[in-house]
């Protein structure tokens, strides 16, 4: 998996940081062909980058694409780093990728695979990826989102209880 680096420029974008400083009370539904399973260390560079072009190449999720090898190894393999896939009918299906702060939790990646979108799972997904990121017993956690992402997206985050707590226009890697 190589990226065409002659074809990658900047672009600024508007990023909406979003934070949520109480659990919810609702309970994640369960679903027999549904498991959610963190990714045992170390985990191979390759082995991420499937889950995080496969679930990001339609909304430019270039950046660690573009990392080198030995950079990204060690960020996704920090002992602040937990990356879990979600797995349906045994298939992997998803990932999230959550960073472990004092205080807070960012959920910093998560998205399921093309093949998965538009089937219903993703208000499980996301309800699913919100319990973990409060298992981790933090003040509040958080994620932030851009106009590159789903056009649902920042819509479907204040519906699952994140508030808006600002905005920023930052430059971002795009395909030309």
Not at 96 to 103: S, T
Not at 113 to 140: C, E, N
Not at 142 to 163: I, M, S, W
């Amino acid at each position: 998996m190589t990226i065409e680096t002659s074809r990658v420029t900047l672009r600024p974008v508007q990023v909406t940081f979003l934070e949520m400083h109480e659990r919810p009370y609702s309970a994640v539904p369960a679903a027999f062909n549904m498991q959610f399973h963190l990714l045992p260390k170390p985990i191979p560079v390759e082995h991420y980058r499937k889950f995080y072009y496969g679930v990001g190449k339609q909304w430019y999720w270039l950046d660690r694409m573009m990392m080198e090898d030995a950079s990204l190894y060690e960020k996704i393999n920090a002992a602040n780093v937990d990356i879990y896939v979600l797995y349906i009918d045994e298939q992997p299906a998803g990932f999230a990728e959550f960073v472990i702060e004092e205080g807070h939790v960012e959920i910093l990646y998560f998205g399921l695979l093309p093949d998965f979108v538009g089937k219903g799972y993703g208000h499980y997904f996301l309800q699913t990826v919100i319990q973990q990121a409060w298992s981790y017993q933090p003040r509040h956690i958080q994620l932030n989102t851009c106009e590159l992402d789903h056009p649902n997206a920042l819509n479907v985050y204040k519906k699952a209880g994140f508030r808006q707590v600002r905005t920023a226009i930052e430059d971002r890697k795009v395909m030309i």
